[in-house]
Every structure is written in structure tokens, then in C-alpha cells.
């Protein structure tokens, strides 16, 4: 199990691997070590526009979330049901970073709604072949995304580059 150090050092070494890339790819970026909710990079074009970055940094299989982040989920008499989606920045970007070794990281980049619909999809899919009830811990609103699951995400540097978001 990763303490809280290691944690730490994995969220620090991606937001600052991503700001490296996003100034190599000539966005000027800045990271904010976790001391502002809701986003952890920002990186400037030349033209001025500014995008908000999400930044989650795995070393192991799979990034972890809290589903009600992005999905309006009721629990009644330990069943759960996604009511819809919650109301998200639709400028932020989330960039998920996997820590393979130097020169080998991989970089995940998409909207928040496209993650937003991603977990939706795959969140009530869950549900349903549980009849709504998590085994475990009927209240847990727990989720995990693997590299496999984005994988259409992969290195797409021009959400950021390019996009107006």
C-alpha cells in the first residue's frame, strides 16, 4: 500500500512531467502543488488563452475516482442509481498521467465531459450487472479507470495545443 509520501511524490512528478511537456509543445504552464481546488495546472498560449488542467498521476494499474464528482448518484436502501450527471467546468481539461519510467511515462489527455461521459457509461453498466447493489460496501461511490479505458485519449497534445478549451 502507497503511504503518504509516495502518493505525494507520484501527484508531484506528474503535474510537474506535464508542465515540462506542455512548455516543450510552447504552451507557457504552472503548477500549483495542489493549493487550488478544482484544477492543478494552468497553461497559457501565446495568444493568451488560458486552460485549466486536472492533473491525477498513477504508478500503479488504474486511476482511482469518486464517481459523485462527475455523476448524480442516489443511494436508496443500499441500491444505488445514477440520477444523471453533475455540472462540470466544460473548459477543464483532465490529463492522466501513468508513471512506466523515464522516457516511457503516458500521458491521457481529454475534457472533463468526455471523462464525465466515459464514467457514466461504464459506472451504470457496473450498476446494472449488480442489480445496483456494490458488493463490498453498498454505499461506496468508488471508481477506477485503467490506461485500457482511455485509450483512445492517448497523447492527444492537441486538446491543449490546439483546442479552445
Not at 503535474?15 to 504552451?27: D, H, N, T
Not at 500549483?32 to 498521476?57: M, R, S
Not at 475534457?111 to 459506472?123: A, E, G, I, R
Not at 447493489?133 to 485500457?148: I, V
Amino acid at each position: 500500500m502507497a503511504t503518504g509520501r509516495s502518493m505525494q511524490l507520484t501527484k508531484q512528478v506528474g503535474e510537474y512531467l506535464v508542465c515540462a511537456e506542455l512548455c516543450r509543445r510552447g504552451l507557457i504552464s504552472t503548477t500549483f502543488t495542489g493549493n487550488v481546488p478544482g484544477f492543478d495546472i494552468l497553461a497559457t498560449k501565446e495568444n493568451l488563452q488560458t486552460t485549466p488542467i486536472q492533473v491525477k498521476t498513477i504508478s500503479g494499474p488504474s486511476w482511482q475516482f469518486d464517481a459523485t464528482k462527475f455523476l448524480d448518484i442516489e443511494i436508496s436502501d443500499n441500491i444505488q442509481t445514477v440520477r444523471g450527471k453533475t455540472e462540470v467546468n466544460p473548459g477543464l481539461i483532465y490529463l492522466l498521467v501513468s508513471l512506466k519510467g523515464q522516457n516511457t511515462d503516458e500521458f491521457y489527455i481529454c475534457k472533463v465531459k468526455d471523462l464525465q461521459n466515459m464514467m457514466h457509461q461504464k459506472y451504470t453498466a457496473m450498476l446494472a450487472r449488480k442489480e445496483g447493489k456494490r458488493p463490498k460496501n453498498p454505499k461506496t461511490t468508488h471508481f477506477a479507470l485503467s490506461p485500457n479505458d482511455l485509450k483512445k485519449h492517448k497523447d492527444k497534445w492537441e486538446i491543449i495545443t490546439k483546442g479552445t478549451a
